[in-house]
C-alpha cells in the first residue's frame, strides 16, 4: 500500500467529501554517488565564497534573490514563514471545464484520492458525475508545504487529482526551421491556455 500524504476532504460549496491522497507515480530515476577512486569514500560538496575561494561557514549564508545581474534581495526565515501557505488539507474546486479542456503539457504530478470514512456516497457521487459528463473540476491544493492548482477527474473507479503547470513554466517553442506538418507555415508556438 503507498504511502499516504494528508487526510482530508473535497470541498465545493456545501459539499465536503473525506478523502485521503496519496502518490500516484512512482519515478524511476537512476542516482549516483561522487567516490574517490583511491579508496571509494563517498566525495562531499564544499561550500565556498565564489570570489574568494575561502569556504564559508553554513550560519554565514543567506538566501537571495538576483533582481539583476549581480543585484540581490535576501530573504531571512521570516519571510519564507510569512510567505509559507496554510496546508488546510482541503481540495477546493473552484470550477468544472471539459476533460479536453486542459492540453496534456500542463499536467504535471497525479495523485490518488481514496474516499475516507463516512465519504464513500458522496466520493462515488462526484467520480460517475466528472466521468458521465466528460468533466475535469478544477481545484486548489496544499501538497506538503506548496499550494498548486490542480484538477480533479474519474479514472476507472478512482478520483485522480494531478497537479497543473503554469503557462511561464512551459519553455517556448524557439525552432527556427521547424515547420508544422502539412503547411509551409512556421511553427509559431502553442496557443495560451491561461
Do not use: C
Amino acid at each position: 500500500m503507498p504511502r499516504q500524504l494528508w487526510k482530508g476532504a473535497i470541498r465545493f460549496g456545501l459539499v465536503h467529501v473525506p478523502v485521503s491522497l496519496y502518490p500516484a507515480e512512482e519515478r524511476q530515476e537512476l542516482s549516483f554517488t561522487m567516490l574517490d577512486k583511491r579508496d571509494m569514500a563517498p566525495v562531499g560538496y564544499k561550500r565556498y565564497n565564489k570570489n574568494t575561494g575561502d569556504e564559508v561557514a553554513y550560519e554565514d549564508i543567506v538566501k537571495g534573490y538576483e533582481v539583476e545581474k549581480g543585484q540581490f534581495v535576501t530573504l531571512e526565515k521570516e519571510d519564507f514563514k510569512k510567505a509559507n501557505v496554510e496546508a488546510t488539507q482541503t481540495v477546493d474546486i473552484v470550477g468544472f471545464v471539459g476533460n479536453h479542456d486542459i492540453p496534456p503539457y500542463f499536467l504535471e504530478s497525479p495523485y490518488y484520492l481514496a474516499p475516507d470514512k463516512h465519504g464513500d456516497k458522496g466520493y462515488a457521487l462526484l467520480r460517475e458525475v466528472l466521468d458521465k459528463q466528460n468533466k475535469w473540476a478544477v481545484a486548489t491544493v496544499v501538497i506538503r508545504t506548496r499550494q498548486h492548482i490542480a484538477v480533479v477527474y474519474a479514472r476507472d473507479n478512482v478520483l485522480v487529482l494531478n497537479t497543473l503547470r503554469y503557462q511561464n513554466e512551459l519553455k517556448p517553442v524557439t525552432f527556427a526551421s521547424f515547420r508544422s506538418v502539412g503547411t509551409s507555415r512556421p511553427f509559431t508556438g502553442f496557443s495560451s491556455f491561461w
